[in-house]
């Protein structure tokens, strides 16, 4: 059974980091896209960061040059570094990856909850005080 599991998630003040951290087990993605997605309520859930089959990364605009995506193949675990952090991060995050192989970033990125990426994780919540 292939599981996707968030932690890191928490309450930091505006200008703060977090690290989060996504544990896959059940299935090595060493070799798939993944990517990390939030949501507020009410919104559709967009994509945020993610990073392709060749290892290439991609980014949501509003988080270039604050957020950076990495994977650890060894331990099959996704983290999404966040720094200066604003209030309008916050939402819940969420962890999500894809089966197929040779997906780009770009791709992973862009899908379309629930359409797309064959597993998410049940996500963290991150919520940013000004």
């Known amino acids: 059974q292939v599981q996707l599991v968030e932690s890191g998630g928490g309450s930091v003040q505006a200008g703060g980091s977090l690290r989060l951290s996504c544990a896959a087990s059940?299935?090595?993605?060493?070799?798939?896209?993944m990517a990390w997605f939030r949501q507020v309520p009410g919104d559709e859930r967009e994509g945020v960061a993610a990073?392709?089959?060749?290892?290439?990364?991609a980014y949501a605009d509003s988080v270039k040059g604050r957020f950076t995506i990495s994977k650890d193949t060894a331990k099959n675990t996704l983290y999404l570094q966040m720094n200066s952090l604003k209030p309008e991060d916050t939402a819940m995050y969420y962890c999500?990856?894809?089966?197929?192989?040779?997906?780009?970033?770009?791709?992973?990125?862009?899908?379309?909850?629930?359409?797309?990426?064959?597993?998410w994780g049940k996500g963290t919540l991150v919520t940013i005080s000004s």
């Open positions: 059940g299935y090595s993605f060493s070799n798939n896209c």
């Open positions: 990073i392709g089959s060749d290892g290439t990364t």
């Open positions: 999500a990856a894809d089966l197929a192989l040779g997906m780009t970033a770009i791709q992973c990125l862009e899908v379309e909850y629930p359409y797309g990426m064959d597993y």
